[in-house]
């Protein structure tokens, strides 16, 4: 291994720390995933289409392209913000603040207003059960349903994190003044609700059959 290359390596790190994604408690894992995200940015999408002479939409492949970028930030926000609360830092907390606002969900319905699959969905609800902060009861008219609801301990740790996911929601909106907030709320609005219904009533079709209900 040549000289040159720990020299390159400290010029990343370098990098790495005058970037907005480095803070002073950054692991190797966090330098990771932003020399991926640093890749991933300068090797565009829409520059490979163009090296390959591919007729492809260029401007719904960068929103493509953003989309998937702030879900991966967003994520490791969420992380952080939710620090103090391990049990809800990956996707467990938007299934305890969903059945906070919609009580005795079954594990289907709960899972399908979270856009999971079936698989994904039921390992968080078993996380969730196991930490003792959701609980399950037989469905009155169904017993091969089951209803959730949170725990005494599931309340308490919803409003004990209030504070932090709302500091999380403000800091990922980043820069943009109140006019900016709205006009992309509109927009997210209106794409989720068009990709919910593709989710409920198309999900198993071909993408193929999906672009023609555009």
Not at 137 to 151: A, F, G, I, V
Not at 179 to 197: M, R, V, W
Request: glycine letters at 4%.
């Amino acid at each position: 291994m040549h000289t040159d290359f720990f020299i390159d390596l400290l010029l990343q790190v370098k990098d790495f720390e005058n970037s907005g994604s480095y803070a002073p408690q950054a692991k190797v894992e966090d330098f990771r995933l932003w020399l991926n995200d640093k890749k991933y940015r300068e090797e565009s999408p829409t520059k490979l289409f163009k090296n390959e002479q591919h007729e492809v939409s260029f401007r719904e492949n960068e929103i493509c392209k953003q989309i998937l970028l702030l879900s991966r930030y967003s994520k490791q926000l969420v992380r952080k913000g939710l620090g103090e609360f391990p049990e809800l830092a990956n996707e467990e907390f938007t299934y305890l603040y969903r059945l906070k606002d919609e009580p005795n969900l079954t594990k289907i319905q709960l899972i399908e207003k979270n856009g999971h699959e079936k698989q994904t969905g039921t390992q968080i609800i078993k996380r969730l059960l196991e930490a003792g902060l959701i609980e399950e009861k037989n469905d009155e008219e169904d017993r091969r349903s089951k209803r959730l609801n949170l725990t005494k301990k599931g309340e308490d740790r919803f409003h004990q994190s209030v504070e932090k996911v709302n500091l999380t929601s403000v800091i990922l909106s980043g820069k943009l003044c109140d006019e900016e907030k709205s006009d992309l709320l509109k927009t997210l609005i209106k794409l989720n609700d068009f990709h919910s219904h593709l989710y409920s009533e198309h999900r198993n079709s071909d993408v193929n059959l999906i672009r023609q209900l555009i």
